[in-house]
């Protein structure tokens, strides 16, 4: 009896699958790069529109939006006037949003979100005198893995997680130097993390 050849595949035929299956996931992985890239890209710019919005009212004003004492009779009473003592109130946060967009320097009126996930939020810090925007999972809770923050803290200053405009900490709930650890990025967190708490003033 004799046996009968099956077909099959050669040693060269398996080789160029490998290196085709190689290049599309080399691909996919690069693709997902660039995505994450853009995001990083269209958050710094999103960062630099709310800061700058900001910014502007309190040089038009003399006033922080939310904390504006005369936003009633310059907007209307449909808006709530602040404190004016240049410190935004955690009752006041809703309206910076407001005051921002009666003015004409935003078109929405409520926080905005990023490519990034999350939303923007702004505080006041009595302790510091400083008022920050805050960029957050919901309840301020982690929102980018250590890598992507580092990125983003690469692409807007340098890389020190604690210095400049734009600073990196753990969000609420976060496991102290899962984001930040002796003064570093931990590379080793896989997941989100950190929050960016961006100076005003």
């Known amino acids: 009896m004799r046996c009968k050849k099956l077909p099959g595949f050669s040693l060269i035929e398996l080789t160029l699958v490998l290196i085709v299956i190689g290049i599309l996931a080399g691909a996919i992985f690069k693709g997902s790069e660039l995505l994450t890239s853009a995001k990083i890209r269209a958050t710094l710019n999103e960062i630099h529109r709310l800061r700058t919005a900001a910014m502007l009212y309190h040089e038009t004003y003399g006033q922080w939006p939310g ?22 109130a955690p009752r006041e ?14 078109s929405e009126e409520t926080p905005p979100s990023s490519k990034l996930g999350g939303k923007f939020m702004v505080e006041g810090k009595q302790d510091i005198h400083q008022n920050v925007l805050i960029l957050a999972g919901e309840d301020k809770a982690g929102l980018l893995t250590p890598k992507q923050a580092a990125a983003l803290k690469a692409a807007a200053e ?4 604690s210095t400049g405009q734009i600073q990196v900490t753990e969000g609420e709930g976060t496991q102290a130097g899962k984001c930040v650890r002796h003064g570093v990025f931990n590379l080793e967190t896989k997941t989100p993390a950190c929050i960016l708490v961006v100076t005003l003033n």
């Open 67 to 88: 904390n504006d004492d005369q936003a009633q009779n310059r907007f209307g009473e449909s808006v709530q006037n602040g404190q004016g003592n240049g410190i935004i």
């Open 93 to 106: 946060a809703a309206q910076f949003w407001v005051h921002l967009g009666k003015a004409g320097y935003l």
């Open 158 to 161: 340098d890389g020190n997680p």
